[in-house]
């Protein structure tokens, strides 16, 4: 594991410099950088193992020691961090540092169900979450939409779970050998006993309706009869298949969002609550839990589920994935229970980066904890829901912004300044590029442009975001259904614009100045005066291409922002205030430019309406 | 193989849409696409294999027809090229093509010996490769720096030939196999008796001299000993286990640029050709390639070599590649020797695509030979030579200029217009992309800089090309190395501008229409403000990076050339002529900017350069 690491770490350094290096080690006497693990790699990684490490960095070299193999992992993922260009080489500055995980669970959970994701993609982002050491691929292996893993023992599974999209076993084991060559335990989830729909299509015997069930959408939602011994009897079989696919100790059985109305509808199953006097459909579940349990604990598993798997009925074995908040993982580690947190770190609300950061696992009633029952707070993880997600645009959707939820889960608490990470985000970013990561990708736009001349087609799409949180879902008109293209400027755009970014600081920055700072300004005016002209550029391929249609209105508001910062610019320039009519009338514009159209927002409008507001006199320094 | 063509077809189609497409046949009774051979696949494809196909697109769907497997491939390339973004959706023209190739042999000759190119840059080219319907991949397997194939029977071939990186048999037929999915033949070609120092770092006692050899450069050329039956017992066995991995009916054997020094040197060598009644080395080498030929029949392979094995004494079934010229070749054919055509399609040369595009096989002294000569012309090959090449940079010297060497071998003779083949490039350029080829990737401009806002590093970049021809050998101080770090801009940028073209056209177009055109005017007045406030922008770069000191005066030009061009622009705009003194001025500039800087030519001379001479008046139109 280690030599595969070293191995790896000479071919990125390669990349990284450009420089071949031979994959021989160097002198033994004199080595650049000596590697020293205490010990070597567990077949099986833990939650428990030591991933601490010392890099240190002289003048006569470097020297990287840790206890075990994922240490000296960590430690080359940062040796590769510190390798800058300078004016007289490639250099590593002289540093000292002592380095370990503030948790021991940090996640990235990865929806595979709503759609199928290539194994490729899923390797490169390995690669990247190895770069920001998190430790925790949580593959989310199905749900309603489909079933993507080969069972041999029930092949209907796959055959009628799926549109012919699955992993094969061999890929599996080869997902999880490549994993664990990087330092990350795969851990598997399948959903028990609700979001299960595709498990259905191939064994409509295991659900508490009549059927029949497919994978289309639409359908009703399904969940499992936990009233038959049968249903107990498959999945004993089937995680029996799946428990030696899957090596980690731990096992997440899902358990969210139970949608009841197909137990209250079936009276066979709402007996069985009354004869074993139970209240409602909660303890139903959580008996089918502890059946579970039982299962998992016989196949050597650990029990995890999310929110809702809670129940004083379950041994505190079991770990609580929160994606309801701090308050919910803290009551869960009141009462015994070890859990992690994902609320805060979901990828698909396209927050931007600095929201996820802010978040924090401790945080909230978890700060008020006593210390072992912060101890039972093991991590997080990030998560990747892919209704509007796949292999094409799934990396501009975890990277760069995952890393800095990978920065919350390693380092101490009190690192907290985003304008400090944003710094560190930028300069992974493009090395993420190295690992063969397309976050940065803007093929597509040449698609939906049609022709190779996409600058001003750019231009709009670099200041754009899709809509937060679950707006999107709005523009679904009659059921769910996911299965459609993902071909609109909205499934490239990136959640976060750095340019807008970029353009908001540098407007604070300007009137902070008191109007003073030429450099600012001049950015700023460069900036407005390119998407004044934009339009007009970008109007003849917005109207050859159906794909770029929706996007009008957008391109206009863009000009208008461009021209109405310009004056706003010029007012400030001659120190002279704005007439109050002209601000209305742009106030006007304003509005109308932050609705969202065609699920975009344009970024830039807040700050335009700074500078607006400032021509108005008020904030003017002398 | 058919089935796997159609498989791709629907991913390619699904990338190129956005819209996910199912792997299943549509309804058979109303196809959207109907495809249809009459014939299946060969298992080793054939030289005179047909090629054709017709395909028909109409209201009512779209027929593709071949006699065999490979015009399916074909036209299910040429339906993705149809395929295009339109006011209403994705459409394709109702058309109908019949279609069939010009030349039999389209080849590409890649060169792993200089560097080492990873497997996966391989198989992307060979996609890239099948979308220009090329049908041969050339593998020049080994050369002085470095033995690539593993062999079994000769481990110690890869092993001391090597620096460790070769490809392992398994490797070998996996590549073999992908490319015949997509209708690509492997040549494999192992040079002998010259240009094979690597051998002999493991087999000494096969070299004409004494040795030792290593694959370290700066040691003098070596080559084998034609004069031991030892030689050809160990030419025997390894051709015996070559060709069995490589299954193609064609075996190439080098044979070029052989140096006699050693032969020369060697008293037993002299004393052989003198009692075999030999008048020079040339009928050595010719003795030789007879016995090689007579293995080659025995293992059934059909021999090819370079010029230089063309001797009377080999039977007319030799196959002569020509890096000389169509002089050559056309003596070959009228000798009776089929051959094909290298000369001219040298991409490491950093031609233009247009320079490639207009050399034909069938001109020059081949136009007047009889039909029957003519038809002994298989075809060309463009060629991948490796010394300045990795698998980082490989794509970008290959694509898309080897779409206009495609093109040409493909296309009938009158099919000539450079505009109009630039304008395919294009539209080409960034669908090649879509299979994974990283021609116009600029990733390696964030590790020079070091930093992640590369804009005016990248305006430079745009702007400049490698020199051309073998000039850059002439920055090697002493022995021919080509192990070095390959981080400069020359290694990045691409060996054509398409912005200097557009410049280029912009500029024509401006002076043509008699300074009126006032679109052109525009574009060019941006874009030579631009260049002219670049110099700024860079220069903290260029300043903070030991890659980047040596563009400092290639930057200062380009904005001494934008401050030149519009000053220029300004005369005409006025109707103006320029004053003598300055043009004097300029034109030592100009002088000046045409230098070579760090083995990088900035391509937007010339056209300013025309701007300051129109700007004198005397082109000047009323």
């Given at each position: 594991m280690?030599a ?19 994959q021989?080690p ?8 000596l590697i020293?693990?205490v010990h070597?790699?567990e077949r099986?990684q833990?939650?428990d193992?030591?991933e601490?490490y ?7 070299g ?12 960590h430690?080359?993922q940062t040796?590769l961090q510190?390798?800058e260009?300078s ?8 540093v ?10 940090r996640?990235l ?6 759609h199928?994701?290539?194994l490729?993609?899923?390797k ?7 770069a920001v ?6 593959w ?5 939409e489909?079933?993507r893993?080969?069972?041999?023992r029930?092949?209907k599974?796959?055959?009628a779970g ?11 084991r ?5 994993a664990?060559?990087?330092g990350?335990?795969v ?9 299960s729909?595709?498990?259905?299509a ?5 659900a508490?309706?009549p059927?029949?069930y497919?994978?289309e959408?639409?359908?009703a ?16 079989r089937?995680?029996?298949e ?5 090596p ?8 969210d969002?139970?949608?009841g109305?197909q137990?209250?509808a079936?009276?066979k199953i709402q007996e069985f ?5 139970m ?8 008996f ?6 039982t ?6 598993k650990?029990?995890?589920?999310w929110d ?6 379950l041994?505190?074995?079991?770990v609580?994935?929160s ?13 015994g229970?070890?859990?992690l947190?994902s609320?805060?770190y ?14 924090d696992?401790?945080?909230g009633?978890a700060?008020?904890?006593n210390p072992e029952q ?16 796949t292999?094409?645009n799934?990396?501009s ?9 990978a ?7 009190a ?15 493009w090395?993420?590029?190295w690992?063969?990561?397309t976050h ?8 939906m442009?049609?022709?190779?001349d996409?600058a ?13 949180d679950?707006?999107?879902?709005n523009?679904l008109?009659?059921?769910?259904d996911?299965?459609?293209?993902l071909n609109?400027?909205v499934?490239t ?9 970029r ?6 920055a ?17 900036l407005?005066?390119?998407w004044r ?5 970008l109007?003849p391929?917005?109207?050859q291409s159906f794909?770029?249609h ?5 391109s206009?508001e863009l000009s208008?922002l461009?021209?109405a910062?310009l004056?706003a ?5 001659r120190s002279?205030?704005?007439?109050e009519?002209?601000r209305?009338?742009q106030?006007t514009?304003i509005?109308?430019a932050?609705?969202p159209?065609a ?5 830039v409008v807040?700050?335009?309406?700074q ?12």
């Amino acid at each position: 594991m280690i030599a595969r690491g070293v191995h790896r770490f000479m071919a990125e350094l390669s990349r990284q410099t450009g420089i071949p290096l031979t994959q021989r080690p160097a002198d033994g006497a004199n080595p650049t950088l000596l590697i020293h693990s205490v010990h070597g790699s567990e077949r099986v990684q833990k939650l428990d193992a030591d991933e601490s490490y010392e890099l240190v960095v002289n003048e006569s070299g470097a020297k990287l020691t840790a206890p075990g193999a994922l240490g000296i992992l960590h430690g080359l993922q940062t040796f590769l961090q510190l390798v800058e260009t300078s004016t007289d080489g490639f250099v590593v500055s002289a540093v000292t540092i002592k380095d370990q995980p503030r948790f021991a669970w940090r996640g990235l959970l990865v929806d595979v169900g709503r759609h199928f994701i290539p194994l490729d993609v899923l390797k490169r982002n390995l690669d990247g979450m190895a770069a920001v050491k998190m430790n925790v691929l949580h593959w989310h292996l199905y749900d309603n939409e489909g079933f993507r893993v080969e069972s041999k023992r029930f092949p209907k599974l796959q055959e009628a779970g799926s549109d012919g999209l699955y992993y094969t076993q061999d890929e599996i084991r080869e997902l999880v050998a490549y994993a664990h060559d990087r330092g990350i335990r795969v851990v598997p989830e399948f959903e028990m006993p609700g979001h299960s729909r595709s498990l259905f299509a191939g064994y409509p015997a295991l659900a508490s309706g009549p059927g029949p069930y497919k994978i289309e959408p639409g359908a009703a939602d399904a969940v499992m009869d936990p009233t038959r011994e049968q249903t107990y009897k498959f999945i004993d079989r089937f995680i029996a298949e799946m428990a030696r696919l899957f090596p980690d100790d731990y096992f997440h059985i899902g358990g969210d969002e139970l949608d009841g109305h197909q137990w209250d509808a079936n009276p066979k199953i709402q007996e069985f609550i009354h004869a074993h006097g139970m209240k409602n459909n909660q303890d139903l579940q959580a008996f089918f839990n502890q059946r579970l349990q039982t299962i998992l604990g016989k196949h050597h598993k650990i029990m995890m589920g999310w929110d809702e798997v809670l129940h004083p009925d379950l041994p505190k074995t079991v770990v609580v994935q929160s994606w309801r908040g701090q308050q919910s993982l803290a009551t869960a580690a009141q009462q015994g229970y070890r859990g992690l947190l994902s609320f805060g770190y979901y990828l698909d609300l396209m927050w931007p980066a600095a929201r996820h950061y802010a978040v924090d696992p401790m945080s909230g009633a978890a700060a008020s904890l006593n210390p072992e029952q912060q101890s039972r707070i093991l991590g997080g993880e990030a998560c990747m829901w892919s209704e509007w997600v796949t292999g094409e645009n799934i990396d501009s959707r975890i990277w760069p912004r995952n890393a800095a939820i990978a920065e919350r889960l390693w380092s101490p608490p009190a690192v907290l300044d985003p304008d400090s990470m944003y710094r560190r985000l930028g300069a992974l970013s493009w090395r993420l590029q190295w690992l063969g990561l397309t976050h940065r990708s803007f093929t597509s736009l040449y698609r939906m442009a049609g022709t190779d001349d996409i600058a001003p087609l750019r231009t709009l799409a670099e200041l754009v975001e899709p809509v937060k949180d679950y707006t999107r879902m709005n523009s679904l008109k009659t059921v769910w259904d996911f299965r459609g293209p993902l071909n609109r400027l909205v499934d490239t755009a990136c959640p976060e614009s750095d340019l807008a970014r970029r353009f908001r600081d540098s407007v604070q920055a300007y009137i902070a100045s008191g109007y003073q700072d030429q450099a600012a300004e001049k950015e700023i005016r460069t900036l407005l005066t390119a998407w004044r002209d934009n339009d007009a550029r970008l109007r003849p391929l917005l109207e050859q291409s159906f794909l770029l249609h929706e996007l009008a209105p957008l391109s206009e508001e863009l000009s208008t922002l461009g021209v109405a910062g310009l004056f706003a610019l010029d007012y400030l320039d001659r120190s002279q205030s704005s007439p109050e009519s002209w601000r209305v009338q742009q106030g006007t514009l304003i509005d109308q430019a932050k609705i969202p159209k065609a699920d975009l927002l344009l970024m830039v409008v807040a700050p335009v309406q700074q500078l607006i507001e400032a021509s108005a006199g008020r904030a003017q320094k002398p």
